[in-house]
C-alpha cells in the first residue's frame, strides 16, 4: 500500500493547507544544525543564531539542548521546532547526522511530510547520505536539497549534480546557481525568478541590505561579478539545454529533487530556499495503517509518537512523548483512547516546542507535532484516536549491533540506575537486555557512540556514575513462534543466549552470524526478527 500525496485537502480546512513538516538530513558536519538555526533566524523564531562552534562566546546551537551537544559540537537527538514564515506553519525537525544516532533520524523520517538534503560542496554526496536517502526513496518523500559551504572553494557545480544523480539516484533540477566560489563566491542566481541574488557575509543576525540584479542581461552584473557574468550564462545555457527541468508531480513523489547553492552560515541562500519551499513542500500526507489509510481531512483525530525525550528540563525530570497530528483537529483537555493498553488519557497539558523551550498549545491540527507528558506508560509507535481503533506502520525498532555491559561504580545508585535506564531506554536510541540467567544490565545500540551519551546522561542527569564493559553478543533477534511447546524447548535449550528487552519481549542474543545462522536453520518453527515493529504487531483486544 501506497501513500496517495494527490488527495485533496478540503478546501475549507486552511489550517491543514498552512502546514509544512519537514526534517532536515545530512552527512555530519555538512552544514545541517547551522541551517537549521538559519531558518529559525529567518522565521523569526530567534534574534541571533549561535553556530555550532561558536564555543568561546558561549553560544550554542538552538536545536542542541544536551549538555553532551554542547560539549562536542554535534547533535546526539532530534530536536523539534515550530516556526512561521509567510503565514504558513512550520514545523521542523531536526535530526543527528552522526551514524550511530540513526536510528533516531530513522524514525524521525516516519513523521515528516518532506525533507531538505544538505551536501557540502567541498565533500559532496557522503555514506550517510546515502543511507538516509534510501530510507527517504522507501517512503518517496519529497526532498528539496541545498548544497551549502559555497564560500569554500570545493567542487565544481556540474560536478555535484552529477555525483548527486549517480550516487543518490535522483533527478536534479537546479533552481539557483552559484557565480564563483570560495573568496571568488559573488552570489547565486535564482533560476526560477530570473534574478541574480548578490553574496553578502554576515553569520550572526539578518542582512539589512541584499542586492538583486535582474535577469543575466543586467549591466551591473558584468560590474559585481567581472568574467563571472559571462561564466554565469554560459552555465545557464548548458543547464537549459541538459538538465531537466523542475516537475512539481516528480519532486512530490520523491523522483526529483529541486536544487539550491548558498552559504548557511553567512545566511546565504536560506531565503531563497524557505520561499520556495513553503511554494512546494506538500502540505500534510495521508499516513499508512495497518487496516486502511488516514486522511489529514478526516473529522476524528489520530496520531502516533515517533519519539520520546526524557529529561528536557532537568529540574523537572520530565519525560515528553512526541506525537505527530495525522487527523482531526487536537484541542486542549481532548480525552484519546490509548489504543495498545485500552484506555482512555484526557490530554491537559500539551506543549509545542521550540528546541528545548516549550509553550502550552489549545489546538493544533495534523502536520503539527506536539508533547504529551509521559509517565511510563508510552513507548514509540503507540497510537491515540478519538475512536476508531489503528496502529500506523513504519516505526521500528531495529535490532543493535553493538553490546556493553552496565558496571555500577556505587552499589548505593542501584535505584537510581535502573530508574535513569529505563527513562533513557524508552526513547529508543539505547536498548536494555536483561539476560534470562543473570540480573545484568546489557545495553545495544546501533552505534557505539551511544554508550558514551548514555553513560554522560546517567550521571549528569541522575547522578550515576558508571561505566560499561564488553559483553558477549554479537547481534540480537527477537524471537517468536506460534508453536507454543516448540518456544519453550528452545528457551530450555538457549538460555546463556536469551534476554528480556524493556517491554518483555524475548529476544536471542547469540555470539556470532554463524551461530545465528545454525539455531535458525535447526529451528525453523521459531522466528528470528531484526526489528521489533513485527514482534508487536498485533493490536490488543479493546
Not at 557575509?201 to 542586492?211: H, M, V, Y
Not at 519532486?251 to 536560506?270: D, K
Not at 517491554?503 to 545454525?518: C, T
Request: hydrophobic content about 40%.
Amino acid at each position: 500500500m501506497t501513500q496517495d500525496t494527490s488527495v485533496q485537502i478540503p478546501p475549507e480546512n486552511d489550517e491543514i493547507r498552512r502546514r509544512r513538516t519537514f526534517g532536515i538530513i545530512s552527512h555530519p558536519d555538512a552544514g545541517k544544525t547551522t541551517l537549521t538555526e538559519k531558518m529559525l533566524l529567518f522565521g523569526g523564531a530567534i534574534q541571533m543564531a549561535g553556530t555550532v562552534k561558536a564555543r568561546k562566546a558561549g553560544r550554542y546551537a538552538t536545536s542542541d539542548w544536551m549538555e553532551i551537544e554542547k560539549q562536542r559540537g554535534i547533535s546526539v537527538t532530534s530536536s523539534v521546532m515550530k516556526f512561521i514564515y509567510r503565514d504558513f506553519e512550520i514545523n521542523l525537525l531536526d535530526t543527528p547526522g552522526h551514524q550511530d544516532f540513526s536510528e533516531d533520524t530513522y524514525r524521525v523520517l516516519t513523521a515528516v511530510d518532506c525533507a531538505i538534503m544538505v551536501i557540502d560542496s567541498v565533500k559532496g554526496v557522503e555514506m550517510q547520505t546515502k543511507k538516509l536517502m534510501e530510507v527517504c526513496r522507501m517512503r518517496k518523500t519529497p526532498i528539496l536539497t541545498f548544497i551549502n559551504k559555497m564560500d569554500r572553494d570545493g567542487l565544481f557545480p556540474l560536478d555535484i549534480i552529477e555525483d548527486i544523480e549517480k550516487n543518490l539516484k535522483i533527478q536534479c533540477a537546479p533552481l539557483t546557481w552559484p557565480v564563483g566560489m570560495g573568496k571568488n563566491f559573488r552570489g547565486t542566481y535564482n533560476i526560477y525568478k530570473n534574478e541574480m541574488t548578490m553574496f553578502s557575509g554576515g553569520q550572526e543576525t539578518l542582512p539589512s541590505d541584499i542586492k538583486t540584479l535582474k535577469g543575466v542581461d543586467d549591466p551591473e552584473l558584468d560590474i559585481y561579478t567581472g568574467s563571472y557574468a559571462n561564466d554565469l550564462r554560459d552555465d545557464l545555457e548548458l543547464l537549459n539545454g541538459a538538465s531537466d527541468p523542475f516537475s512539481l508531480d516528480k519532486f512530490l513523489h520523491g523522483e526529483q529533487t529541486p536544487v539550491f547553492f548558498g552559504s548557511a552560515i553567512n545566511n546565504f541562500g536560506v531565503r531563497e530556499l524557505l520561499d520556495t519551499f513553503v511554494e512546494i513542500a506538500p502540505s500534510p500526507i495521508p499516513k499508512e495503517t495497518e487496516t486502511r489509510i488516514v486522511y489529514p481531512g478526516e473529522k476524528d483525530f489520530s496520531g502516533f509518537i515517533f519519539k520520546i525525550q526524557a529529561n528536557m528540563d532537568p529540574a523537572h525530570r520530565d519525560r515528553i512523548a512526541f506525537l505527530r497530528i495525522c487527523s482531526g483537529k487536537f484541542t486542549r483537555g481532548i480525552t484519546l483512547k490509548h489504543h495498545r493498553i485500552g484506555k482512555d488519557v484526557t490530554i491537559h497539558q500539551p506543549i509545542m516546542f521550540m528546541a528545548q523551550n516549550r509553550s502550552i498549545v489549545e489546538e493544533a491540527w495534523p502536520g503539527d507535532i506536539i508533547g504529551i507528558h509521559n509517565h511510563g506508560t508510552i513507548r514509540i509507535g503507540d497510537t491515540f484516536t478519538e475512536k476508531e481503533p489503528l496502529r500506523f506502520t513504519g516505526i521500528p525498532n531495529f535490532a543493535p549491533e553493538f553490546f556493553k555491559r552496565v558496571v555500577l561504580k556505587s552499589p548505593l545508585k542501584s535505584k537510581q540506575l535502573t530508574k535513569g535506564l529505563t527513562q533513557l531506554v524508552e526513547e529508543g536510541a539505547i536498548q536494555l537486555f536483561r539476560p534470562v540467567l543473570n540480573n545484568d544490565y546489557i545495553l545495544g545500540a546501533v552505534g557505539v557512540l551511544q554508550f558514551d551519551v548514555t553513560m554522560a546522561r546517567l550521571k549528569s542527569e541522575y547522578a550515576v556514575d558508571a561505566v560499561y564493559t564488553d559483553a558477549p553478543y554479537a547481534l540480537a533477534r527477537w524471537i517468536r513462534s506460534s508453536d507454543a511447546k516448540k518456544l519453550a524447548e528452545f528457551e530450555r535449550k538457549y538460555p546463556q543466549y536469551l534476554a528480556w528487552d524493556s517491554e518483555e519481549n524475548l529476544a536471542f542474543l547469540p555470539d556470532s552470524e554463524w551461530r545465528l545462522k545454525i539455531v535458525s536453520e535447526a529451528w525453523p518453527e521459531i522466528e528470528f526478527h531484526a526489528t521489533r515493529e513485527c514482534v508487536n504487531s498485533a493490536l490488543p483486544e479493546n
